[in-house]
Structure formats: C-alpha cells, structure tokens
C-alpha cells in the first residue's frame, strides 16, 4: 500500500499507529472501568481479583514472549493481527460467571495485549524515524485518551442499568472499527524505507546495563500506571464509597490529564529538559497519591488520581526515547528491551497490590504507588544520560 504523505511524512502510517494506541488504552481503559462491578458480580476478595488480574498479566507474558518469534512477519503485520484478536477477547470477561472463566478470559485478552505492546511501539519508532521528528508522545497521548474513553464509555454503561457485558461489546466494536482503519493505513516497515532486519528488533533480549537501568525506571513508571488502572475504581467504590458510575470517574480522571500532559509533552520537555520534567511528575504523582489516600471522598480522590496522570504522562515517552538513543544497540531494539522490562511492572504492579491489600488495606497497598514514584525521582540522575 502506498502511504499517504504529507510534506514527504508518512501520514497514513502516524495515523494508523495512534488509531492504534487509541484502541489499545480504550480495551485496557474498559477493563479497568469494569474491574469494580466485576468484583461486585462474581463476590471476589482483593485477592480474588488480584489472581484474575495475575491471569491478565501471565497471558501478557506469554504475548511478550511471543513478540520474538513472531519477529518474522514485522511490527506492522503483528499489531494489525494482536489488535484484531483483542478485539474479540475484550468481550470475554464479561461473559464470566466465576473465578475461572474470568480467570481465563482475562489471560486471553492479556496475551493478545502483550503482542500488542512490543509491536506497536516497536511500529510507532519505525513511523517516528521516519517522520523525522519526535512524536512519540502523541502516541502515547492516543493510548490515554483512548483509556479515558474506554473509562468513561463502561462508566455511562453501568451508570445506566446495562451489565458488563453490553460495555464490554460495545467496546470491542468501537476497537475493531479503530484496528480497521489501521489495518486500511498502515504500510509495512519496508515501504517505510526500512531495512527488513530491523523487525527482528521486537525480539526480546536481555538488556545492557544502560538500558536495564532504564528498564528499572520504566518498571516503576508503568507500575503506576497498572496500578492506577486496576485500582482506582476499586478505591473509589470500596474506601471512597463512590457509586459503580461513579468509580469509573477515578481512571478517566487519571486518563484524561495523562492524554493531556502527552499531548503538550514534547513542547514541555524541549522547553524545559528531560530530567526536570520526569523529576517534578514523580513529585506530583506522589503529592496527587498522596491526597486520594489521605482523603478518601470520591470527588477529592478523583482529583488526586488526575494528578498522578498529569504527573506520570511523559516519564515513559521519555524513557523510551531515552532507549531510542542509546549507544548499545539500535532504537527499536533498545525501545523493545525497555518496554517488555518496563511492560512487568504494569503486569505485576497490580496483583502485588490486591494480595498487599489483603494483609492490611487498600489504602496501606497503594502506599506501593508512592514509593514508586519516590525511586523514580531519587534515581533517574544517576540512570539516565544528560
């Protein structure tokens, strides 16, 4: 397919890759918004929950795992087919009736999820290069608008008497309809002008100690991020005592201010400098933690959880350019490394905090959150390059 350009950029491909960040935050942004009525419906404890979230995340592992062999066939093939087979788990859980079933529904959908991670930021660098200009943060801002939508779209659907299985459809219709358009845009990596061997860059390998160091921050980042999805309806409902609409409102706070903060993240970042911003977004995740917690009402917690957005918008886009440039191997390469070692901590942030949760309380788990983001701020100077 030739792509379509504009001033000599491949425009076809940017937009096929933020449709497809944009379907991606909506499945994971409609998971997370149903994660509160779901545990309400199947009487789950914390721990109940935190094994169907481990499902989720052990089903991501095997999609990572798999992103090396499926190498061969290319980013762009790879996330067009991923998304697709997201498209059709997303509506999976909920038809769930038990543990088990959701158990299982929840591993499907991660596994086409962690396919879907390595090769579309493995794609969005290739459309970056060839764009010749840093955008990496529009697409991230895609991936949170469509978490806030997904968010939003599940909230008005319980708000309004349906079940989570008419949210769950409907979700899965508006990706397919995104994935359509992608699969309609978006040329393979050669009609990029890049070399075929590149796509072998998805492979995972174990990373040099510049890039593990990354790795590390990126880990913490995304934990919060996991965390923030999994959790916050579940603390709005259970120690907030928000209602099921309501609860939704704690991820699409978090997601809206995050798709905002990425939208004006690259104009930030070149006014102000890498470090300073991936430092002060630690203190506000911290400071915004910190008030959802101490003030657990729906709409002060809310606002806590939109500073956490705000606050960890660009620390990722930031890390995987900071990947993109290093010296140890090529920019996708490095890219690939970092996300699936940063990718982890999405994956096992959120069990960690229903099982922590179950010892004490929610409220005491989430404590997890801030000192994460307290490791990035104290850490990233003696890991990241000037």
Known sequence: MTDLALSGKPLGARVAATAVFLANGSSIGAWAGSLPVLKQNLSLSASGLSLALFAFASGSIVGLASAGWLAKFGSQRTMIIAAFGSAICLGLPGLASALPALALAAF??????????????????????????PIM?????????????????????????????????AASIWMALLILLAALLAPSEAQLNEAEPEAGAHAFSWPSPALFGIGFLCFLAMLIEGALADWS???????????????????????????????????????????????????????????????PVPIIATFGFALVGIGASNTVPLLFTAAGQSRTSAPAMGIAMVATVGYAGFLLGPPMIGF????????????????????????AGRILPR
């Open 108 to 133: 499907l959908f991660g596994l086409c999820n962690g396919l879907i991670d390595v090769s579309m930021n493995t794609y969005a660098t290739t459309v970056q290069r060839a764009w010749r200009a």
């Open 137 to 169: 943060s529009s697409f991230h801002a895609a991936f949170s608008l469509g978490g806030l939508l997904g968010a939003a779209g599940m909230g008005i659907v319980l708000a309004h008497h349906f079940d989570a299985a008419t949210g769950f459809l």
């Open 233 to 295: 309806g579940v603390y709005l409902s259970t120690v907030a005592g928000a209602t099921q609409g309501a609860a939704a409102a704690g991820y699409a706070g978090f997601a809206v201010m995050m798709a905002f903060g990425r939208l004006i993240g690259d104009r930030v970042v070149a006014t102000f400098g890498g470090m300073p911003v991936l430092r002060l977004g630690a203190f506000v995740v911290a400071l915004g933690l910190a008030i959802a917690l101490v003030l």
């Open 356 to 379: 922590a949760a179950d010892l004490s309380s929610l409220r005491i788990a989430l404590l997890i959150v801030l000192a994460a983001a307290a490791l990035i701020a104290w850490t």
